[in-house]
């Protein structure tokens, strides 16, 4: 029987990209057809699990992760270690390389960077410094995908940690950088939409963020995991919508957050519905008070 986790060739397609028919194939339990619900379980499981594993990461090393991270897991599935390795950089701001075992023994990964760290310029300098310990690699500054025998991936993970810590900034690590405050008589639909056509947006010329203070008046998870707000700058009475997407993934609590003082990191955003456009903040980062 063949294997039912099929791999994806991670580093011959857009590694930011994952084709559902590809996922579908990837997630296939066997003797049924799975579902929405069953690929995002077990999407969930591996991203907890890596998260665990981080945290131990973290006890290890007396409380200062390692400058990039390289998570495997004998039970992880190669068609969803993408969005892991997504969903943990997003949560400790540092590059993240998450693999599984291809049907043919080899391990496959996908890689996520951060700012300032080019992902397959890395992979390269590993690959020139240390022959024949990458098997395969490809992608572009903030996504690769990579491939390389089971038994070198604790020399890998050494040659990783040792390559991003040239290229991090020690004091930048976890910050959140955003282009400052916006005026009341900057927050509006009229300057999202300016933001919007202004585009396309990328590594290199990232979208414009801004961050400020605000009253959280109410909030609710909404489809699993996002935390839809309303909030009003502590400056203005206006009252805006507020989206905070993947809040509660992972080991994250699923509820909704009391109201009070909150700082947020945010892009503005046109959200249409039913004809009618809203100014909604994109929040990429939220601290309560």
């Known amino acids: 029987m063949g294997d039912p986790y099929p791999p994806l060739q991670t580093e011959k397609d857009d590694p930011l990209r994952i084709d559902p028919l590809e996922l579908q194939r990837v997630a296939q339990l066997p003797g049924s ?3 929405v619900p069953e ?14 594993a981080v945290g131990r990461l973290h006890l290890e090393s007396r409380g200062e992760l390692l400058p990039g991270l390289c998570l495997y897991d004998e039970s992880w599935h190669q068609g969803v270690v993408g969005l892991v390795a997504a969903r943990v950089k997003d949560r400790v701001h540092r590059p993240v390389i998450a693999l599984a075992r291809a049907e043919d023994g080899t391990l496959r990964g996908s890689a996520r960077s951060v700012p300032g760290v080019h992902i397959r310029d890395v992979l390269e300098a590993i690959a020139t410094r240390h022959p024949g310990l990458i098997e395969r690699f490809g ?9 390389l025998q089971s038994d070198l991936l604790d020399r890998f993970a050494s040659a990783f940690t040792e390559e991003v810590s040239g290229w991090l900034d020690p004091a930048a690590q976890g910050i959140v950088e955003t282009d400052g405050e916006l005026t009341p008589e900057e927050m509006t639909l009229s300057t999202a939409l300016v933001l919007r056509e202004s585009g396309p947006w990328g590594s290199a010329f990232p979208e414009p963020a801004f961050d400020g203070e605000f009253v959280l008046l109410e909030s ?15 400056v203005s009475g206006e009252v805006f919508d507020a989206i905070a997407f993947r809040y ?6 699923r509820r909704a957050l009391p109201q009070g003082r909150a700082r947020l990191a945010y892009r503005l955003d046109v959200n249409e519905y039913l004809g ?6 994109v929040v990429e980062h939220l601290e309560t008070s």
């Open 276 to 281: 009618t456009r809203r100014l909604q903040l």
């Open 33 to 35: 057809r799975p579902t």
């Open 220 to 234: 609710r998870i909404v489809g699993e995991c996002h935390l839809k707000m309303r909030v009003r700058p502590s």
């Open 248 to 253: 509660a993934d992972g080991d994250a609590p």
């Open 139 to 147: 992608g572009h500054a903030m996504a690769a995908g990579l491939t």
């Open 39 to 52: 690929r995002r379980e077990i999407e969930l499981r591996m991203q907890a699990e890596a998260l665990q």
